[in-house]
């Protein structure tokens, strides 16, 4: 069936903030979504709350609407614009119960438009998990035992009926909020009374746990025509008990018999096609036994695009949201051309000819004191993806992309020791759980043991046991007498040089430079969705180690955009959000974009937004190589946040051009002695101050400045680690936690002022002229994170006199640090007293915020200057637009329910929201004016 020509009109709805459970892969799924409705000429109208996304960008649809999730908001597009249909599926939980609430108000019908690519009816029984139990038993798809309860003296009676343990679910939740298993007794009470309160329903789903069963994901996508295909199968290497979204997984599913799969593949089709009529994407999660029988049970069937479609599609190559949109207005599968290929069906199933391992990013470090064990609630806050011929060389990859500073998996002498600690991180997984299983293996603990303790399948354990002999055998030689093919394989299993390094007592460049002697390359193989049973039209790659390299290169002038790895908090979206324009910037100056990065929940790693995309750690080893492959004219490093900053040094050591602000420079605003010395040189005030390195110091010092001190390590991103104390005895105290955790860094103290007001600037400069493109003023007083306080852009009371300061002392900084391209500077004022806190010369957190709000692409312009394509003279910026724009910080602190909710320097919002109001007399702005200006908890 040809598209649906009565649509001419679609509005697509967000997911919200950033929050654990629901994050940027939405992001990619609508941005990717809206391309595709564009491309048939249909109008796309969005809504989402969230300024930090390339989705609210008006490079991605017609009509962009910020503003609350909310009925009022959808009326408001509705009674403006003339909506043919709503597509509510790429806007995970958020977008399907605004879509349900909307439909129950009557909404839609009053305004004639159609829900596409879901059914209201599916969603319903999905989400009612009575319901769901009831439709699996109809069309005898197997389950856990389990039932409903809508009160607590009827959860009691289902425990009392089913045994310990249990696994305890709220209905209508995300991310597995209001989730538990239950082993004790004693600690059933509390975990229902909490699922009662946290489902919109009042209702808890308690199964019999299944603990131990192996977990697996199929990710199916349906046209009209009832033609289905299943896209990926995703196997979890933990077991069921710990939220998928907090699992390592592998894809495709690496210890499942191809009997089971069939039978697993035709369940789920059956599963689909019951719940509903409608076209579009769907996931499907089972449990299977850990035995020779292999039964399966149905977990839950999500009908639209999930978490996991994000991965799926940047594991396959296969565009899962833009086959879901298209499918959604009428398109069958047959009809639809592989993205990848250009030649051949959507309607086929992808081949994979290598492995994928996601590997979870966790922010436990942000809250001190939480509960780390791993869960049925997901905690984690972002994720990594490696590609490798094998999973030995995906799984080094992942960890390599980590950034928790470890080289990969073993070999870099930060091996666990301690039995007992092994022991019991293997029976309560947390987010080193990976690691102390390669510690556990290599101590000697049985296997028996360790299966026992982890329920991991023994197929994993065996290919970890694997690596740790090659470690062996390669230990047993020096660099000079090191054997061509012991080398060759310990690449192909995807050590770093710097891990056989580690193995061979010597030097990382040492080791590069031998297996230059011995040609032993890296080389590049495309993700092509057939197994190079088509050719490929896409550029997407991953690299390994074989003799045959399929990315050519082209003799055009290139530039390499170093992505911002894996979200955390203090280094999100937004960062993201800059990567990607500025890949569109250099494409519109004539550059071949080249995107390096391995977050696969981006629009950055979408295969068609940088001309080459090298689904590569950011890691110097990977980077260094693709560089030398390319010959780039430069890289672009400051738009990648603290990632790829970090990455200057090398880059400039090795010669290679960095576009924009220089490695000096950048170093400079970092190292706070010599950046002291620039702002007293140009008569800048700045909080006395002073730099330690270790606790004796830090007493001596804080004599002179006085408490209370701020007190943070150096080179760090979102206030990691940074404290206000106000006695030496906390000061001691924090200093050596810093150095116990961070090594040698640099700790800087400054004398903090109470009582002062926040605020902070975002410019452009070239060099020579500086243009602001920003000032926004905090609301809560100094001492809370930027990224966790409400802002106004522009200030709400500062004064002309105070601004001035900021601008004269905006442009001074800019100007003396010779900076090209963005760059952010924080303020504190206090008695009309403009003092500089810091500088930042690279793309900052606030930039996709103020451009949003005054609908300039300013991460567009600073790539231009960047390049030397443009100078700030050259753009004709927009008078600003009358009014206010509210940042507003989200929180996901249900994650952490034995956390104190309360703030100070070091950040911990997972996402930001914007509201616009015309004046300061608004009630929103008034409320929150009086309530944050006085109080430091949320």
């Not at 839609?108 to 999905?126: C, L, Q, R, Y």
């Not at 709220?170 to 229902?192: C, K, M, Q, R, W």
């Not at 992808?350 to 780390?372: A, C, S």
């Not at 690691?435 to 399948?457: C, M, Q, S």
């Amino acid at each position: 069936m040809p598209k649906d020509t009565s649509i001419k009109s679609i509005l697509l709805i967000g997911s919200g903030p950033i929050v654990i459970g629901q994050a940027c892969e939405f992001d990619y799924a609508g941005s990717q979504a809206s391309r595709s409705l564009r491309e048939e000429g249909i109008e796309v109208t969005l809504i989402n709350s969230n300024p930090a996304t390339i989705m609210t960008d008006k490079v991605v649809a017609d009509n962009v609407y910020l503003k609350p999730l909310e009925p009022e908001s959808i009326r408001e597009i509705l009674e403006k614009h003339s909506i043919d249909a709503v597509l509510p599926t790429m806007g995970g939980q958020t977008a399907l119960n605004l879509a349900i609430k909307c439909d129950e108000m009557g909404l839609w019908e009053e305004f004639g438009v159609k829900i596409v690519g879901v059914d209201i009816n599916a969603i319903e029984i999905t989400e009612n998990r009575e319901a769901f139990r009831d439709l699996m038993i109809d069309i005898d798809v197997p389950m856990a035992p389990q039932a409903a309860a809508k009160s607590f003296l009827q959860g009691k009676e289902i425990a009392q009926e089913f045994g310990f343990p249990l696994c305890v679910r709220a209905s209508y939740t995300l991310g597995g909020a209001g989730a538990a298993i239950v082993h004790d007794p004693a600690e059933f009470d509390n975990h229902l009374e909490n699922g009662l309160k946290k489902s919109p329903i009042h209702e808890v789903m308690i199964d019999k746990a299944l603990l131990g069963w192996k977990e697996f994901e199929l990710e199916l996508l349906r046209d009209a025509n009832d033609n289905v295909v299943i896209i990926c199968s995703i196997e979890n290497f933990d077991p069921m008990g710990v939220h998928t979204g907090d699992s390592i997984t592998v894809a495709p599913a690496m210890t499942l018999s191809d009997t089971t799969f069939q039978k697993m593949r035709d369940m789920a089709i059956h599963m689909m096609r019951s719940i509903g009529n409608f076209a579009g994407g769907c996931n499907v999660q089972f449990a299977v036994s850990p035995d020779d029988q292999e039964d399966i049970i149905a977990i839950e069937i999500n009908p639209r695009v999930s978490r996991s479609s994000a991965l799926a599609s940047k594991a396959t190559g296969y565009p899962i949201a833009k086959i879901a949109a298209k499918l959604a207005i009428g398109y069958n599968l047959d009809e639809l051309k592989n993205q990848i290929t250009k030649t051949t069906s959507a309607l086929f199933e992808p081949t994979l000819d290598y492995v994928i391992v996601k590997i979870p990013r966790w922010n436990f470090n942000k809250f001190p004191g939480t509960n780390r064990e791993l869960g049925l609630q997901m905690k984690s806050v972002g994720e990594v993806m490696g590609i490798g011929r094998s999973f030995q060389e995906a799984l080094q990859k992942a960890c390599q992309s980590l950034e928790i500073n470890r080289n990969g998996l073993g070999a870099d002498g930060r091996e666990l020791k301690d039995q007992n600690q092994i022991l019991h991180s293997l029976g309560h997984p947390s987010w080193n759980r990976l690691f102390h299983i390669y510690d556990a293996i290599k101590l000697g603990i049985p296997f028996k043991t360790i299966v026992e303790k982890t329920r991991i399948d023994i197929w994993f354990l065996k290919q970890i046991e694997d690596l740790i002999h090659l470690e062996g055998r390669i230990e047993k030689h020096h660099l000079e007498n090191l054997p061509k093919d012991l080398l060759f394989e310990a690449k192909q299993k995807g050590y770093a040089d710097r891990q056989i390094a580690h193995l061979l007592r010597c030097l990382e460049s040492e080791v590069y430079s031998k297996r230059e002697e011995y040609g032993i390359k890296r080389v590049y193989k495309l993700v092509d969705t057939c197994a190079a049973e088509f050719e490929a039209q896409t550029p997407y790659y991953y690299s390994t180690f074989e003799y045959e390299n399929e990315s050519i290169v082209t003799d055009k002038k290139k530039v390499v955009v170093l992505g911002s790895g894996p979200n955390r908090i203090g280094q999100g979206i937004e960062f993201d959000y800059s990567c990607v324009h500025g890949v569109l910037a250099a494409k519109e100056c004539g550059y071949e974009t080249i995107m390096i990065n391995c977050n696969p929940e981006t629009v950055s790693t979408d295969f068609d937004t940088a001309d080459k995309l090298y689904f590569e750690p950011v890691f110097w080893e990977h980077i260094y190589d693709i560089i030398k492959h390319e010959k780039p004219e430069g890289v672009i490093v400051q738009l990648g946040g603290q990632t790829a900053l970090k990455l200057a040094q090398k880059l400039e050591r090795y010669g290679i051009k960095i576009f924009g602000t220089s490695f000096e420079a950048l170093d400079l605003a970092e190292d706070r002695g010599r950046f002291s010395e620039v702002l007293e040189k140009n008569d800048i005030p700045f909080p006395k101050y002073g730099i330690v390195e270790n606790a004796e110091q830090a007493l001596e010092l804080s004599d002179d400045l006085g408490f209370p001190l701020l007190v943070r390590p150096s080179y760090v991103l979102g206030g990691q680690k940074m404290k206000i104390v106000i006695n030496k005895e906390e000061l001691e105290h924090h200093v050596v936690d810093i150095l116990n955790e961070m090594g040698d860094n640099q700790i800087l103290l400054d004398h903090f002022l109470g009582g002062a007001v926040e605020a902070e600037a975002d410019a452009i400069c070239d060099g020579e002229d500086v243009y602001i493109i920003g000032v926004m003023q905090h609301i809560e007083p100094a001492g809370i994170h930027s990224g966790d306080s409400y802002a106004l852009l522009p200030p709400y009371n500062l004064g002309d006199f105070v601004m001035q300061q900021i601008i004269d002392i905006t442009t001074k900084i800019a100007v003396e640090l010779k900076t090209v391209g963005l760059m952010n500077i924080q303020f504190a004022i206090k008695d009309d007293k403009v003092y500089v806190i810091e500088a930042n010369p690279r793309a900052s957190r606030t930039v996709p915020f103020i451009a949003k709000a005054y609908q300039e692409p300013y991460v567009n312009y600073a790539t231009k200057v960047m390049l030397g394509e443009k100078k700030v003279k050259d753009f004709d910026f927009k008078p600003v637009k009358e009014g206010y724009a509210i940042k507003i910080p989200v929180f996901s602190y249900e994650k952490f329910p034995d956390v104190k909710k309360e703030l100070g320097p070091e950040m911990k919002s997972t996402g930001e929201a914007i509201r616009f109001i015309k004046n300061l007399k608004d009630p929103y702005f008034r409320k929150i004016y009086s309530e944050r200006n006085m109080h430091l908890s949320r």
